[in-house]
């Protein structure tokens, strides 16, 4: 795909997420019971994750991440989003949740 002109950082702003008011501000790491593995977590700065009933993101490898519901002995992960928008969530069971201010 050619661009025939630069967009204007105003636009580019737009298209960034800002983090919304109501977001929690924690970040943190838990253990799934089913591998042993830990697993890291931040506050979430998109809007449409807190729609969907989202506290966090899970950080995965590579720079990606996924929204995050976190309870206290149970982790939800949006694996995909429904062809009417809503995000598609699995269950994890965890263990040794532990978070702190996130300051970024």
Known sequence: ??????????????????????????AGNFVLIEN????????TPHAWDLEQGATHRLILSHGESRPLRLLKTVAYVAVDEAADGTAVWEKWLIRDLRAWEHKH
Not at 6 to 23: C, E, I, K, L, S
């Open 1 to 26: 795909m050619i661009y025939e002109a630069q967009p204007t950082p105003a636009t580019v702003a737009t298209f960034a997420p800002t983090p919304a008011a109501d977001a929690p501000k924690t």
């Open 36 to 43: 042993k593995k830990t697993h890291w977590f931040e506050p």
